[in-house]
Structures are given as structure tokens and as C-alpha cells.
């Protein structure tokens, strides 16, 4: 079994910053890619940002710029950096790990962009 979990979320204001963490558990050989995926309320889940093991990555075209993944692959960690904030962003941020043919998922975290 593979456990993932996030942490970071919360409030932050318009042009703000915020870290959100998933660390990865159980019996784990190797992540092929970690990544978050976000969904706001009313829209359909959409890609943010994914990370392999050899450090590609590959972006939402709405995060680009602004958010910067990156992980630590001895501790099947991945972070995701968020900077310059928008209301937009509200959504809960989802942490996914595939691990060969298999997909991972977090519970996710709330983030709420907010003055």
C-alpha cells in the first residue's frame, strides 16, 4: 500500500506565497512521477505541475511562471512552491504519485486565495 500526504494548505492573500508538501509511504521502490492536480469548485480537475524522478517537469499552462515544483527522491517527497498568488488559485490541491503502472492519490489540501 501506498499512503500520500499533503500539507501546506490554508489562506493566503492575493500576491502571496505558499509551500505545500506530499510525502509518499509504504512499499515504494521507485515514484515514476510525482505531481499536484488542483480542482476549484464547479471546474474539472486540472494539471498544475508533475516532476520525474530524473527532475523533468511539466506545467498547467495557468501556473506557469508562478508555481515551481520540486522533490526529494530520497524521502518520496514532492514540494510545490506558489508564488504571486491569485484568486483563481482557490482550489483543493491534489498530491498524485505513479508508481509503474499505478496511480497514487493524496486526500488533497484547501487553498484559499483571499484578502
Known amino acids: 500500500q501506498v499512503q500520500l500526504v499533503e500539507s501546506g494548505g490554508g489562506l493566503v492573500q492575493p500576491g502571496g506565497s505558499l509551500r505545500l508538501s506530499c510525502a509518499a509511504s509504504?512499499?515504494?521502490?521507485?515514484?515514476?512521477?510525482m505531481g499536484w492536480y488542483r480542482q476549484a469548485p464547479g471546474k474539472q480537475r486540472e494539471l498544475v505541475e508533475t516532476?520525474?524522478?530524473?527532475?523533468?517537469?511539466n506545467y498547467g499552462d495557468s501556473v506557469k511562471g508562478r508555481f515551481t515544483i520540486s522533490r526529494d527522491n530520497a524521502k518520496n517527497t514532492v514540494y510545490l512552491q506558489m508564488n504571486s498568488r491569485k484568486p483563481e488559485d482557490t482550489a483543493v490541491y491534489s498530491c498524485?504519485?505513479?508508481?509503474?503502472?499505478?496511480?497514487?492519490w493524496g486526500k488533497g489540501t484547501l487553498v484559499t486565495v483571499s484578502s
Open positions: 516532476i520525474t524522478t530524473g527532475g523533468s517537469t
Open positions: 498524485n504519485a505513479r508508481i509503474s503502472a499505478l496511480g497514487y
Open positions: 509504504g512499499t515504494i521502490f521507485s515514484i515514476n512521477v
